[in-house]
């Protein structure tokens, strides 16, 4: 088929996996956001001590836990898992191309002079591997001691998720290398979210100045919502907060 085989096949398929990814960054940084507010509201670490989902008396950072847990999530996250190793596997390739095409190893190609000044655009390969690589340890904080015994019976089930937010927020050099994930995260979207328009042909100059600004704004907030949700961690569990 053309959109598997031509180039421009799997630049929109690079695109629409990115598009997939983006929204479950927002999602998944909005429910993380809920544990700062719960930090306002007393809410902080208020689990009841029950298997129920959606109990009353849950901080808001619970219940968005619980969200996660319903069987259309857990049937999602093959999905989610796919969409990334089609992203990963489509940017490898991609590379590889622009590589080949230049006669050697050179930066990450891009077809215009903004995307050409831009750092984030010319090592987004770089940028896709530190992400990936702190993607597994990312994993084995949470979604191991979550979702995988929910899913599969494997490992022990942890209920109250403020802990696991403690546990793992609460050494500040942890903290400082998810500080460095959320850094190239925030650099891939910057260049990832407009040219995920340019690739659909949304490339025309008007367009592409408000795309920039978008993206911009976009990367923005879903990087504030996971370093703000890290920070207030690390605060609540060295007690710097009441």
Same mark, same amino acid.
């Given at each position: 088929m053309f959109i598997f085989n031509s180039s421009i096949g799997k630049k929109f398929i690079q695109a629409v996996s990115? !598009?997939?990814?983006?929204?479950?960054?927002?999602?998944? %940084?909005?429910?993380? &956001?809920?544990?700062?507010?719960?930090? &306002?509201?007393? +809410?902080? %670490?208020?689990? $009841?001590?029950?298997?129920?989902? &959606?109990?009353?008396?849950?901080?808001? &950072? +619970?219940? %968005?836990?619980?969200? *996660?847990?319903?069987?259309?999530?857990?049937? *999602?996250?093959?999905?989610? !898992?796919? %969409?990334?190793?089609?992203?990963?596997?489509?940017?490898?390739?991609? $590379?590889?191309?622009?590589? +080949?095409a230049r006669g050697g190893v050179k930066r990450y190609e891009v077809s215009s002079k903004a995307a050409a000044d831009s750092w984030s655009a010319r090592n987004m390969f770089v940028l896709g591997l530190v992400i990936l690589g702190i993607l597994f340890f990312h994993l084995s904080h949470f979604w191991a001691k979550m979702q995988l015994p929910e899913m599969f019976g494997i490992g022990n089930f942890e209920n109250n998720p403020y802990l696991l937010l403690n546990a793992t927020f609460g050494k500040w050099w942890i903290l400082l290398g998810y500080l460095i994930w959320f850094a190239a995260i925030y650099m891939h979207l910057l260049h990832g979210f407009w040219s995920m328009f340019q690739t659909v042909g949304w490339n025309g100059k008007t367009w592409f100045k408000r795309l920039k600004v978008i993206g911009v704004i976009v990367a923005t907030l879903i990087i504030f919502l996971f370093v703000a949700a890290a920070f207030n961690a690390f605060l609540q569990a060295n007690n710097f907060i009441a």
């Open positions: 990115g !598009a997939f990814l983006i929204i479950f960054l927002l999602l998944h %940084g909005t429910i993380n &956001f809920f544990s700062v507010i719960d930090s &306002f509201t007393g +809410k902080y %670490g208020v689990v $009841t001590n029950d298997d129920v989902l &959606f109990s009353e008396g849950d901080g808001l &950072f +619970k219940l %968005g836990c619980d969200f *996660m847990s319903l069987p259309i999530i857990d049937i *999602m996250v093959p999905i989610l !898992a796919l %969409g990334i190793l089609v992203h990963i596997g489509y940017g490898c390739w991609l $590379t590889y191309q622009n590589i +080949k």
